[in-house]
């Protein structure tokens, strides 16, 4: 059937002028060599900031020199605001940049999700995956969860994500296939499963509770560890500050810091109206770094290990649903970091798969 291309300019050290020149001239003979073959939809100049320079002159000349390919200006790090596409790495995600007019939103790169299968690894030691897992099933189970998070960030305006990877490769063993390309890690009846919803027409989103993607939210907040009760609607938080979200450290990636947070743990709580419209399938928007919980009129509704480093969303289940009232609600939630930069922000959102 075909496979849609994004074609890489293999990096270069690029420092002086010399290796300018020559990454310039491979460059174009890259292009040449590959113009008119049809898989190859996108040319990318650079990945990650690797020699990376003169990035708005590279994407003219190249939309000049084959007009009929889209141009992304660089995938991952240092955009330009240049080119055909704005594109964010994230693992293991998925996130997604900010959507704008002119430009496509992808995901360059995402997953990483890595397992290391004995007599099929290019080294036996020292090989890594940005998650790593003890055995098949465990992959797939986490394969699957990290799909299903893609169908939110297509309604949200996401046009393309890219998973690393198709196979392992030298020291990296987060391939679907491993090295010698002898063992499909991931079933492929489950990989096809887990992507017929991105194919699926997409939901509507009803907006239950904002985040700071908005605009900053009020939420109750203390530092201090509460009472056991702190998850339940009838808690009294008079006691606690109320500020704006998101809270965490300035540079954190992707954060957006309203309400400065430097210790290890912090509880949030806030109060939240439903009207008498049923509920169709709720989603927790959050980003978090570190560990998170969340809670729903006193359900554990989500608990999350590690950190994202920009929103996603994750979906809640049916079990969840039952965790709404008509009428007045609660969200609850707590966050523990350990080192590094600290951020959380949570909302909730319903997709509606047919208009009501």
């Not at 049809?38 to 003219?60: D, L």
């Not at 965490?248 to 810091?257: C, S, W, Y």
Request: hydrophobic share 35%; with cysteine.
């Amino acid at each position: 059937m075909g496979i849609l291309v994004w074609q890489d300019m293999p990096a270069g050290d690029n420092r002086d002028a010399a290796a300018k020149q020559q990454f310039a001239l491979e460059l174009e003979r890259m292009i040449n060599a590959r113009r008119n073959h049809p898989s190859i939809v996108m040319w990318v100049p650079f990945n990650e900031g690797w020699g990376q320079h003169n990035t708005p002159r590279y994407v003219e000349w190249i939309k000049q020199h084959d007009p009929t390919r889209l141009v992304n200006n660089a995938s991952g790090w240092t955009d330009t605001r240049t080119g055909d596409v704005v594109d964010m790495h994230n693992y293991p995600g998925p996130g997604m940049p900010p959507t704008e007019k002119n430009r496509a939103a992808v995901l360059g790169e995402f997953g990483g999700l890595g397992l290391p299968l004995e007599n099929h690894v290019w080294v036996d030691k020292n090989n890594w995956g940005y998650r790593s897992f003890k055995n098949r099933e465990e992959l797939t189970s986490a394969y699957q969860e990290l799909i299903s998070r893609l169908r939110g960030l297509a309604v949200k305006g996401l046009s393309a994500a890219v998973y690393t990877q198709t196979s392992d490769c030298e020291v990296e063993v987060n391939g679907l296939l491993t090295y010698d390309r002898a063992v499909i890690k991931v079933p492929v009846a489950a990989i096809a499963q887990a992507q017929k919803s991105l194919y699926l027409p997409m939901p509507t989103i009803r907006v239950l509770v904002p985040s700071a993607e908005t605009s900053p939210q009020p939420w109750s907040f203390t530092i201090k560890a509460p009472d056991t009760g702190w998850i339940r609607p009838e808690f009294d938080d008079s006691t606690w500050s109320r500020v704006k979200s998101g809270f965490g450290t300035k540079g954190t990636p992707g954060a957006l810091v309203h309400t400065e947070w430097k210790t290890s743990d912090i509880w949030l709580r806030r109060a939240f109206e439903l009207g008498s419209k049923p509920l169709h399938s709720p989603q927790l928007l959050i980003h978090h770094d570190e560990d998170a919980e969340f809670y729903v009129n006193g359900k554990l509704v989500a608990k999350l290990d590690g950190y994202m480093s920009a929103y996603g969303l994750i979906p809640l289940g049916r079990d969840a649903v039952g965790a709404f009232n008509p009428g007045r609600n609660a969200i609850a939630g707590h966050c523990h970091q350990t080192g590094g930069g600290q951020y959380i922000d949570a909302g909730l959102i319903d997709f509606v798969e047919k208009a009501e």
